[in-house]
């Protein structure tokens, strides 16, 4: 599983704000993004093969969440929306990689865009990947790219609205 999403970094803008500017420590940004759930020592650093364009990544795997949530995942922080979503596009386009699927909600197959009323907060795509459904999105405000498989879309998609497209207060 973990090599699906090693295989998402290497191919891996309206914004609801301006992106933070970067701080002295990437790694701890990144963290402070990733959805809670994964429990302390959840996430990992990618230290062997990190995206060539990313500030940094981890990869996400003991799953913790209440009522579930996906396992593996990978969380990806850039420097600059433009580069994530040029990026994710590229990720999304990527031939034999990524099998577009429908997002449950979403019209047509991927990306759409996703954010409140009026605004755009990032972009979503759903699809399989290494024979398990994905949903990949980007949160502008990161600016960050995060990707779940699991075996099931619909829990999938249920835990993305839950945790990532409304998150508890």
Same mark, same amino acid.
């Given at each position: ?79 600059? $929306? ?19 699927? $429908? ?31 994905? +949903? +990949? ?5 990161? $600016? ?16 993305? +609205? ?5 998150? $508890?207060?």
């Amino acid at each position: 599983m973990i090599r699906a999403l090693s295989a998402a970094a290497a191919l891996t803008a309206a914004a609801i704000g301006a992106a933070p500017t970067a701080s002295a420590d990437p790694l701890a940004d990144l963290l402070g993004m990733v959805p809670e759930g994964y429990g302390p020592q959840g996430c990992q650093p990618i230290v062997d093969k990190p995206p060539p364009k990313a500030l940094t990544a981890v990869d996400c795997q003991n799953r913790v969440f209440p009522g579930g949530g996906p396992a593996p995942a990978r969380y990806i922080l850039y420097g600059d $929306p433009d580069t994530l979503e040029s990026d994710f596009a590229a990720f999304i386009n990527s031939k034999g990689q990524f099998g577009p699927l $429908p997002c449950l909600g979403n019209p047509g197959i991927g990306p759409n865009k996703w954010g409140p009323p009026d605004t755009t907060a990032g972009s979503i795509a759903c699809g399989t990947l290494n024979n398990q459904f994905a +949903v +990949v999105w980007t949160k502008d405000s990161g $600016p960050y790219f995060g990707a779940a498989i699991g075996k099931d879309l619909n829990a999938l998609m249920s835990w993305w +609205v839950a945790t990532i497209e409304q998150p $508890p207060n």
